[in-house]
């Protein structure tokens, strides 16, 4: 049986290391919410949609510490 359990491994840039992230689901909100991406370089926003459900990412320290 698969636990559904999910984490998210981000890289930095020119760093070999990874950062795992453990991913849950995050409480619900009443207020009305947008993502927004920023373009720093070319000075621009990206709308990209509402936001329905929120997600909460906690480093996994375990794999932190072990690098």
Known sequence: ???G???LR???PDCP???DLEVNKGIESTFYQELIAIDGK???A???GQLTQKLVAT???DS???N
Request: glycine share 0%; net charge positive; no cysteine.
């Open 42 to 44: 070319k000075k621009q």
């Open 5 to 7: 359990k999910v984490v």
């Open 17 to 19: 290391d990874f950062v």
């Open 10 to 12: 981000l890289q930095m």
């Open 46 to 48: 990206h709308f990209l």
């Open 59 to 61: 480093p996994d320290l």
């Open 64 to 66: 932190l510490f072990m």
């Open 1 to 3: 049986m698969k636990s």
